[in-house]
């Protein structure tokens, strides 16, 4: 079984303020008068381009060294069905290939990975297909 650069850890955190994000639409009424009160604040799921989590996530990504962006590229592909765990190093040199040809590397893979759609449900997959749990499991009784 191959091994990750990245940690369990750090995609766990990226899988859960991935699928934060994901949840998130656009804005329908900016005039609307209401207040958080009267609307159960359902205005903190609406995406007004100045998103927290994406903000989080991209500063989050960006402090990853090279191996582990690639890492997290080639499990995204892993996780949506671009190869199966038996091609990893493929995944893995696909992904090495593509952030190779970007003029600022480290800031384009995260582009590349905040503008895919279902990225947490992607990661979490991938994480699958190499045996690992994205969440913490307590211990039953």
Do not use: C, H
């Not at 989590?53 to 500063?59: G, H, L």
């Not at 995944?91 to 480290?106: C, I, K, S, V």
Request: glycine share 8%; hydrophobic share 40%.
């Amino acid at each position: 079984m191959p091994e990750l650069a990245v940690s369990r850890e750090k995609i766990s955190f990226l899988v859960e303020k991935a699928r934060e994000f994901d949840v998130k639409d656009l804005p329908v009424d900016e005039e609307s008068g209401s207040n958080p009160a009267d609307d159960a604040e359902v205005d903190v799921l609406q995406d007004d381009g100045r998103d927290s989590v994406a903000t989080e996530m991209a500063s989050f990504m960006r402090a990853l060294n090279e191996d582990e962006q690639i890492d997290l590229v080639a499990l995204m592909w892993l996780g949506r069905g671009d190869g199966t765990i038996d091609e990893w190093e493929n995944l893995r040199t696909q992904a090495a290939e593509r952030r190779n040809g970007y003029r600022n590397p480290r800031w384009e893979t995260v582009r590349y990975l905040l503008g895919e759609p279902l990225l947490g449900d992607f990661l979490a997959e991938g994480l699958d297909k190499f045996g690992i749990s994205w969440v913490d499991e307590a211990p039953t009784p």
